[in-house]
C-alpha cells in the first residue's frame, strides 16, 4: 500500500462567474491554493469529460446582458454543476462590484438562493479582494485607497460605479434583506462569524455583506462556510474556502505548461491600467491601432492589422489594440453609438485574434473583458486547463483544441504597467526595431 492516503476524486467547488477574466481571476486564485482547475467557456455539455479536477470554473457572459438571461443561464451552469456532483457553488462577480442598479449580481444571487440554499440560511456577499487591493470596511468598498464611486471605476463604459456600499447596492437589486458583519466579528474568528450568521438569519435577512480587510479574514470566512451551498464573491474569499480544503490534505496540481512561439497582445479594455501597460509595451515592441471610427467609413483595418503582424511576429510579441482614453472613447461612442461602437470593436479584434493564431501565434494575451469573450467564442475555445498566475487574479490557460494555444484573458484593471513585458519568458525577447506603429 502506499504511503499516503489517495484523494478521492471529488469536484467539491463549482463556480459560475460572470465573464471570463473573472473567471481566469477566480481560477488562478484557486490554481495558487493549490487545486487541480478547469475552466470551461459557456456552460459544458453533459458528455464533456472533466477529469482529476478540484473545481470546475464556469464562465459566462452575464455581467451586462439582461437579467432574465444572466438569471437563466447562471441557474442552467449551476444546475449542470450540480450534476456533476459538486458540493458547493460560488457565484463569482467583480471585486468592484460590476453592476447597474438593475442587476446582475441581485436577480442572479435571488435565484440561486431560491433553489440551492435551504430557508433561513445567509448568504455571504464578498466583493473584498485583498490581493487586488479590493478591501470591504464597514460594508464600504475601496479600491486601493480610494472609494469605488471615486476610483477610475466611475467611468467604465458599460456598468459606471456611483456608489461605494455594497449593502446598499445590493438591496437595490434584490428583494431578500441584506445584512452586514463587520469587521469586530470576523477578527474574533469562526465561531463569532457563524454567530452573527445565526443571528442575521433569525431576524430575516438573505444576505451578509461582510468586511474583508486582509487574507486572514478570508481564511476565517473560508473555515465559516465551507459548509454553506452557495457562496457569492469576488476571487479573494474563494481562496479561504481553498485554503481550508487544502489543509485536509490536498495535493498540489501540476501547473499547465505553456508552450513557446510567436507571442502577440489584443488589447480592447479602456481601463487606466490596460492604457499604462500599452505605453509601457510600446517603449520596447511594436503596436498596432483598431479605429472603430475607421473601420465604419469602410477601411479593411482587420487586414492592415494581420498585415502588421506577418511582418513583426517573426522578431517577438507584438500588441494589437482598441484601447484609448476616456475622452477618445465618448468621442468614438458619440459618433458610432455605445452598442455599434462595441460590436464594431469586438468583432475587429476577435478577427484579428484568429488571424493571429491562424498566421502561428501560440502565446495569446486578450486584455478586456469583452474582447476576451469575443475572442474565446470566435476561436471556439470551450476548456481550458488553468496554470500559473503572472500576477494575481491573471493566469496563463492552456487550451485544450487541437491547435496548442496558451491563452491569458486578463480583466482591465488587473496588473502592473509592465505585465504584458513580463508575462511570457521575456528574457528570450530582446528589443528588436520597429515598424508599423499604430
Known amino acids: 500500500m502506499p504511503d499516503t492516503p489517495t484523494k478521492a476524486n471529488v469536484t467539491w467547488l463549482g463556480v459560475i462567474a460572470d465573464d471570463y477574466t473573472g473567471a481566469s481571476d477566480v481560477a488562478g486564485t484557486l490554481v495558487s491554493a493549490g487545486m487541480r482547475v478547469v475552466q470551461t467557456f459557456g456552460i459544458p455539455d453533459a458528455s464533456m469529460q472533466l477529469h482529476d479536477v478540484d473545481c470546475i470554473v464556469i464562465s459566462l457572459k452575464t455581467r451586462s446582458v439582461p437579467a432574465a438571461e444572466a438569471v437563466e443561464q447562471s441557474l442552467a451552469a449551476a444546475r449542470a454543476l450540480k450534476s456533476r456532483g459538486v458540493q458547493q457553488l460560488y457565484f463569482k462577480y467583480c471585486s468592484t462590484f460590476d453592476s447597474t442598479p438593475e442587476g446582475n449580481i441581485g436577480?442572479?444571487?435571488?435565484?440561486?438562493?431560491?433553489?440551492?440554499?435551504?430557508?433561513?440560511?445567509?448568504?455571504?456577499?464578498?466583493?473584498?479582494?485583498?490581493?487586488?487591493?479590493?478591501?470591504?470596511?464597514?460594508?464600504?468598498?475601496?479600491?486601493?485607497?480610494?472609494?469605488?464611486?471615486?476610483?477610475?471605476?466611475?467611468?467604465?463604459?458599460?456598468?459606471?460605479?456611483?456608489?461605494?456600499?455594497?449593502?446598499?447596492?445590493?438591496?437595490?437589486?434584490?428583494?431578500?434583506?441584506?445584512?452586514?458583519?463587520?469587521?469586530?466579528?470576523?477578527?474574533?474568528?469562526?465561531?463569532?462569524?457563524?454567530?452573527?450568521?445565526?443571528?442575521?438569519?433569525?431576524?430575516?435577512?438573505?444576505?451578509?455583506?461582510?468586511?474583508?480587510?486582509?487574507?486572514?479574514?478570508?481564511?476565517?470566512?473560508?473555515?465559516?462556510?465551507?459548509?454553506?451551498?452557495?457562496?457569492?464573491?469576488?476571487?479573494?474569499?474563494?481562496?479561504?474556502?481553498?485554503?481550508?480544503?487544502?489543509?485536509?490534505?490536498?495535493?498540489?496540481?501540476?501547473?499547465?505548461?505553456?508552450?513557446?512561439?510567436?507571442?502577440?497582445?489584443?488589447?480592447?479594455?479602456?481601463?487606466?491600467?490596460?492604457?499604462?501597460?500599452?505605453?509601457?509595451?510600446?517603449?520596447?515592441?511594436?503596436?498596432?491601432?483598431?479605429?472603430?471610427?475607421?473601420?465604419?467609413e469602410g477601411r479593411d483595418v482587420v487586414a492592415e492589422a494581420l498585415m502588421f503582424a506577418k511582418e513583426n511576429l517573426p522578431g517577438g510579441p507584438i500588441l494589437i489594440h482598441s484601447s484609448a482614453s476616456p475622452e477618445e472613447v465618448l468621442k468614438a461612442q458619440t459618433h458610432l453609438g455605445k452598442d455599434r461602437a462595441a460590436e464594431i470593436t469586438e468583432g475587429s479584434l476577435s478577427a484579428i485574434a484568429e488571424g493571429l493564431v491562424g498566421l502561428g501565434c501560440r502565446q495569446l494575451i486578450v486584455a478586456g473583458g469583452e474582447t476576451s469573450g469575443a475572442v474565446v467564442r470566435r476561436l471556439g475555445i470551450t476548456t481550458a486547463r488553468v496554470g500559473k498566475e503572472v500576477t494575481?487574479?491573471?493566469?496563463?490557460?492552456?487550451?485544450?483544441?487541437?491547435?496548442?494555444?496558451?491563452?491569458?484573458?486578463?480583466?482591465?484593471?488587473?496588473?502592473?504597467?509592465?505585465?504584458?513585458?513580463?508575462?511570457?519568458?521575456?528574457?528570450?525577447?530582446?528589443?528588436?526595431?520597429?515598424?508599423?506603429?499604430?
Not at 494575481?392 to 484593471?413: H, M
Open 107 to 296: 436577480p442572479v444571487a435571488d435565484a440561486l438562493r431560491e433553489e440551492f440554499v435551504p430557508a433561513g440560511q445567509i448568504t455571504v456577499v464578498a466583493p473584498g479582494t485583498p490581493a487586488l487591493r479590493r478591501t470591504v470596511y464597514n460594508g464600504v468598498l475601496f479600491a486601493g485607497t480610494d472609494l469605488l464611486q471615486e476610483s477610475s471605476m466611475r467611468h467604465h463604459p458599460l456598468t459606471p460605479m456611483t456608489d461605494s456600499n455594497v449593502p446598499r447596492l445590493l438591496q437595490a437589486q434584490s428583494s431578500n434583506p441584506v445584512g452586514h458583519i463587520g469587521y469586530g466579528a470576523i477578527e474574533a474568528g469562526v465561531s463569532a462569524v457563524r454567530s452573527e450568521l445565526d443571528t442575521l438569519g433569525s431576524q430575516g435577512a438573505g444576505y451578509a455583506v461582510v468586511d474583508t480587510l486582509n487574507d486572514r479574514h478570508l481564511a476565517v470566512l473560508g473555515a465559516a462556510l465551507l459548509d454553506h451551498p452557495l457562496v457569492t464573491g469576488g476571487s479573494g474569499l474563494v481562496g479561504g474556502l481553498a485554503a481550508t480544503r487544502r489543509f485536509r490534505g490536498q495535493p498540489d496540481p501540476a501547473h499547465a505548461a505553456r508552450p513557446s512561439g510567436p507571442a502577440a497582445v489584443v488589447a480592447g479594455s479602456c481601463s487606466e491600467m490596460t492604457n499604462a501597460q500599452i505605453r509601457a509595451f510600446r517603449e520596447v515592441y511594436p503596436c498596432f491601432l483598431v479605429d472603430p471610427v475607421a473601420i465604419a
Open 392 to 438: 494575481p487574479g491573471v493566469p496563463w490557460l492552456k487550451t485544450e483544441t487541437d491547435a496548442e494555444l496558451s491563452i491569458l484573458l486578463k480583466s482591465g484593471n488587473l496588473g502592473d504597467p509592465r505585465l504584458f513585458l513580463h508575462a511570457w519568458d521575456h528574457g528570450r525577447m530582446g528589443p528588436r526595431p520597429m515598424t508599423g506603429m499604430g
